[in-house]
């Protein structure tokens, strides 16, 4: 199945709150959850959708985090099992991995104003991984990485707007974000604490576990 490249408003009003797909718009006044009536789905039957049962919001749980992070449904669904093999808890496992893929880490130092901005700019080799070129945004790193901006990408326009904006941004505590040379460490790993979108992932597991 291919990525979804439609309007990412629509996905928020379909989930019924703010996935925050498109950087800072989500902050201000011309988000489409603003907008619109919180329950109103996207499409002609929008505002006659019944009340969910047990299955719809399981699926709409793991749907809403699909969407947050950007993942096909079989990229999900393998990371999940991958999450599963993992001693703990397989939902807190799952979050855990989503947030260490390379595109989300780009995105939380500060380098990029969405996940979907951080997946191209990785596309596009503009980063590098403990010193080697890195193209692949689904990549998990591990503690103790480095990811830094490749030096020939500074002279981009872009490039130079989000370097100029990277005071602007918040960033984790599992990232120690030098902002001088813009780079960034893993030095621990994330916990279900450092997520701040409120997911229930028990939800994701149960649905998975059918």
């Known amino acids: 199945m291919s990525r979804y490249t439609g309007p990412v408003c629509r996905q928020c009003r379909r989930e019924g709150e703010k996935l925050f797909l498109k950087g800072e718009r989500c902050y201000t006044d011309k988000c489409a959850i603003g907008r619109r009536a919180k329950s109103l789905a996207p499409g002609q039957h929008g505002s006659s959708m019944k009340k969910q049962k047990e299955y719809g919001?399981?699926?709409?749980?793991?749907?809403?985090?699909?969407?947050?992070?950007?993942?096909?449904?079989?990229?999900?669904k393998n990371l999940f099992r991958r999450a599963e093999k993992k001693e703990g808890m397989a939902g807190v496992n799952l979050l855990i991995l989503l947030e260490l893929r390379l595109d989300n880490i780009?995105?939380?130092?500060?380098?990029?104003?969405?996940?979907?901005?951080?997946?191209?700019?990785?596309?596009?080799?503009?980063?590098?991984?403990?010193?080697?070129?890195?193209?692949?945004?689904?990549?998990?790193?591990?503690?103790?990485?480095?990811?830094?901006?490749?030096e020939r990408s500074r002279s981009l326009e872009k490039i130079k707007d989000l370097i100029a904006n990277l005071d602007n941004r918040q960033?984790?505590?599992?990232?120690?974000?030098?902002?001088?040379?813009?780079?960034?460490?893993i030095v621990a790993v994330p916990t279900r604490e450092d997520i701040d979108f409120p997911f229930k992932e028990h939800l994701i597991v149960e649905l998975y576990s059918k």
Not at 57 to 76: D, P, V, W
Request: proline residues 1%; hydrophobic residues 35%; aromatic residues 6%.
């Open 57 to 76: 919001t399981q699926l709409r749980e793991k749907q809403k985090a699909k969407r947050i992070y950007g993942l096909h449904e079989t990229q999900f």
């Open 171 to 185: 960033t984790v505590k599992w990232l120690d974000v030098d902002k001088n040379n813009v780079s960034a460490k």
């Open 106 to 150: 780009i995105y939380k130092m500060g380098m990029a104003e969405s996940r979907k901005e951080a997946r191209q700019l990785v596309t596009h080799r503009h980063f590098t991984i403990n010193g080697k070129k890195a193209n692949i945004p689904s990549m998990t790193l591990k503690l103790g990485d480095v990811i830094a901006l490749d």
